[in-house]
């Protein structure tokens, strides 16, 4: 046995609070929410935004979920991995995507800048209106979801495909 199989690992922390159990309504909203923004948008790119606003944000409830839903996709491990440095990984990624990272960059970090009009005006070339308002969309609510989990301290690790869908 290695010494990683005899490791023993830090407890889990507790969350703070159930947020969904004592905010039923605000909950369902968010869900719905989510539904609506991810309409008309790859599968993947989807889940690639959700990350990239997750690690930002460092919202690890939300990592667990959207990576395990990005390799249900079929997303691959290695464009997962590169993400978190996707300006030195440019070429596992398509024109399109590398936008879209970038714009849930932006979108993510308003307290460090506007959205800068080169960002958003490369988006605007590698998606119609309609795709474009549900990319911003969808970064809108991971960013809503992140925070509601890292306020709550929501705990991951426990969370399959498919299990809020």
């Not at 409830?61 to 990984?89: F, N, P």
Request: hydrophobic share 40%; proline share 4%; charged share 25%.
């Amino acid at each position: 046995m290695s010494n990683q199989e005899n490791a023993e690992y830090a407890p889990e922390h507790t969350p703070r609070l159930a947020w969904a159990q004592h905010a039923p309504e605000v909950y369902k909203a968010m869900v719905r929410l989510d539904g609506a923004a991810r309409k008309g948008l790859d599968a993947r790119l989807f889940e690639l935004v959700k990350i990239r606003a997750s690690q930002l944000n460092h919202c690890a409830y939300c990592l667990d979920m959207h990576t395990k839903d990005a390799l249900a996709a079929g997303e691959s491990i290695a464009r997962i991995v590169q993400l978190s440095a996707w300006e030195e990984s440019k070429h596992f990624y398509t024109e399109q995507e590398l936008a879209a990272i970038e714009l849930t960059e932006a979108v993510t970090v308003l307290t460090d800048r506007f959205v800068p009009d080169e960002v958003y005006e490369r988006a605007a070339k590698h998606f119609d209106e309609v795709q474009l308002t549900q990319l911003i969309a969808s970064i809108i609510v991971i960013n809503s979801w992140n925070r509601f989990a890292v306020t709550t301290r929501m705990v991951p690790g426990h969370y399959t495909p498919g299990q809020h869908g």
